[in-house]
């Protein structure tokens, strides 16, 4: 399997976010590796975007989602880090949100770390994630393109799903465009 390039990432957020769906997570977690796939992201555009970390302008806390794609841009909301993905045309800026995954390999690992037994509430939701994965502030800027990076993203196996769109979630103002992808019928979803 190969790694999205990142021209991959240098695309529209929404697209991206749609074409992460299938996609392998793999984070390294000292000799192990935490196997996941993902199921549900979110899009994030730039400075007209009200939901966005990046309205705005540029400032010292969101400098990445202007910068170069195929970054992860982690960041933390009540209590939680939440993992994104920059992905935007080159000279503007965005991220995607990684809302969901469904764990393949590792799995006692992440249970471990999240100190819970139920499978399908393990990585359902963006901080659930970041936790059973070992994801924290210090992975901010790591490149998902490179295979040798503690963290990357690989194509997954070609699987057939159908795509879901919704409007964001747990967001005060939104774009009048459904941005929130997930694939139907998967158990690891956060919320139908």
Request: aromatic content about 8%.
């Amino acid at each position: 399997m190969e790694n999205p390039t990142k021209e991959f990432y240098a695309r529209d957020p929404a697209l991206v976010a749609r074409e992460l769906l299938g996609k392998i997570l793999i984070r390294r977690l000292n000799r192990f590796f935490l196997t996941s796939k993902i199921v549900e992201t979110e899009a994030y555009y730039g400075e007209n975007d009200p939901a966005s970390r990046a309205r705005g302008g540029r400032k010292r806390f969101n400098e990445l989602m202007f910068l170069d794609v195929g970054r992860t841009f982690i960041y933390m909301v009540h209590g939680n880090w939440l993992l994104n993905i920059v992905a935007h045309p080159i000279g503007e800026a965005g991220a995607v949100l990684i809302r969901a995954v469904e764990p393949l390999e590792g799995i006692k690992i992440m249970m471990k770390n999240r100190k819970v037994k139920n499978i399908y509430s393990l990585t359902n939701g963006p901080g659930k994630l970041t936790k059973a994965l070992a994801i924290t502030k210090e992975l901010n800027g790591v490149d998902v393109t490179d295979r040798e990076s503690i963290l990357f993203i690989i194509s997954g196996v070609g699987e057939l799903f159908e795509v879901e769109s919704t409007h964001r979630i747990g967001v005060k103002r939104d774009l009048p465009e459904k941005l929130r992808f997930y694939i139907r019928g998967n158990k690891f979803v956060s919320k139908k």
